[in-house]
């Protein structure tokens, strides 16, 4: 399947590269002429297509100048049919040779959907009553020489769209509308913000220390300076800087940095809103975000109840307000009120089987946030306000004056998901600078998410802060839910991706080649590698791992649209010989194998699983890649699992499996060795692995537990 992708794809190439070269001649004969597009600097237009269709009662038989890409085109002799597409919409044109004249009627038939064109002619309403206009004089504007995709597909690859989304643009009307409603939505946060007289400022992207936020930051080198600085994580400090300056109500829109992985949530650069008001409080930050929600919903959807991935979402104020605590209680039963001590809260999170990620995290506070993540926060479908975190996990909240744990701080959770966060500014400096001094502790303990000392801003907080209100949106995520995108992706114009290798490189003997399988022939049935599997394995272990290893390289094979059944049996084998000869282990499967007269193919893809380890085959194509990389890290995500309440892949993040990868006591026999190797062997970066292997699983959770429900039977 492979090697016929690898030649369907460079007979694609030629004939692209044949189809070029045409729409080049083509260029190079207008050039000769006299006729280069590329030279014509201006073309005066008085109308969209969109403001044809919408005023044609008045522009009926008026001549009108439009521009844009032709989309369609129908020759039909002396006359033709053409479709251009301009920023507003489409339009329809009447071409023909009575009109144009021979020379030019002769020329527009030559040109390429793609190609962008100026047409002046009367507007008419055809037998079919489509508006158009009728062309008395077209204009070749600017030459495309590379074609579009085929008109009755356009683009659907989703990798290709968010790489080249001039493409996408093109084709998917449906997508410009998205970000048409992105920018309204921006529009309306300012317009809502500056009417209630805050002002709009820029602070510094750069940064020398990182602060304001608990992430990982990216750094880059000052060449003048000669020092390391920070792509800022946050706008708070300098925000509440400008508040102790003396502005009552300020706030930035802009791009934040965060050097974490990438999922449907998460983009390393994204757009967030801070906003800061002297004299307010958490309260009054709850009754900002209800009103900006709400206000940009109606201008966007005309609505406040909009439906995001098939929920029905209530976004009119009056939103539900619960604590923290109060929010865990109503899930799970667990009243933290009752739970005084760092060592009872450790007990408890052991006893109910939640991880704590580090020692560091081994309080109260910690242990409070963790069940939360675990209990609550996907259950919030409609939009709720939680409040009074714990002071751990709260360095830049006021402390709450009934309880010196908490804090005067909310988040707020629609879908299942955090969209703002929100405090009453913590404003006493000798409070702060402990609590930055613990945030600098469980950095250099290892936290590379925790926070730096900012002297600076103690020393501004010393000049006199007075009570402010401070909260935060993440924009992009905003825009999700108004515009019903799955994926951040689909709302950033030009998203952070992976460059794909052009192919000229030199490949390195560790970059995936075709894995050479579509050809394989599958000689023996999954029945007869079932009964070999009862026959070596008896251990529920053991049979468990084989069927989801089988199920993670049949997921992989779908998506590279190779041989789902070879790839299958690799995996359900691959241990074939581990439980019984657990010493000569990737040895003793070649004389098992042979019982059911298993090819040369799968005999080797079973030996390379355990490359470096118990064997000295190398996995040599994608396919054998994927399994080496798969084996070990497939355990590690069970192994997780079982620590949920749920005992399911189905609700683990990406950010959760990270946690316990980095945690080298979890899951000890895991080797992270061997799938950071499986990785780099596969030319993937870590997370890249990560959240493949784990959506795998989770998308192929209920056929392993059918197979091993059947197996047993």
Known sequence: MQENKNQNKQTEELDMNHLMQIRRDKLVELQQQGKD?????????????????????????????????????????????????????????????????????????????????GMTGFVFKTKTEEISVHAKEVTLLSKSLRPLPEKFHGLKDVDLRYRQRYVDLIMNPEVKKTFEMRSQIITEIRKILDEKGYLEVDTPMLNTISGGATAKPFITHHNALNMDMYLRIATELNLKRLIVGGYDKVYEMGRIFRNEGMDIRHNPEFTTIELYEAYADYHDMMDMVEELFSKCAMKVRGTTKVTYQGQEIDLTPGWKKISMIDSIKEACGVDFNTINTDEEAVALAKERNIEIPDKTKETRGDVISLFFDEYVEKSLVQPTFIYDYPIEISPLAKKKKEDARLTERFEVFIGGREYGNAFSELNDPIDQYERFKKQVEAREAGDEEAGMMDEDFIQALEMGMPPTGGLGIGVDRFIMLLTDSPSIRDVLLFPTMKPISNGKEKKTKEEPVPSKTSKVEVNIERKDAINLLKKYNKEEFHIRHAFTVEQIMRYFAKKYNENEDFWGLAGLLHDIDYEMYSEQHCQKAVEILKEIDANEELIHAVCSHGYGICSDVMPENTMEKILFATDELSGLIWAAAKMRPSQSTKDMELKSLKKKYKDKKFAAGCSRELISKGATALGWELDELLQSTLEAMQEKEDEIQENLEQFKG
């Open 37 to 117: 597009p590329y030279q014509i600097t201006k073309f005066d237009r008085n109308y969209t297509a969109g403001e044809i269709k919408a005023n044609y009662d008045e522009l009926e038989g008026k001549d009108v100048t439009v521009c844009g890409r032709i989309i369609a085109k129908r020759i039909m002799g002396k006359a033709s049919f053409c479709t251009i597409q301009d920023s507003d919409e489409k339009i329809q044109s009447y071409v023909s040779i009575n009109d144009l004249g021979e020379e030019s009627y002769k020329a527009f038939k030559t040109w390429d959907i793609g190609d962008i064109i």
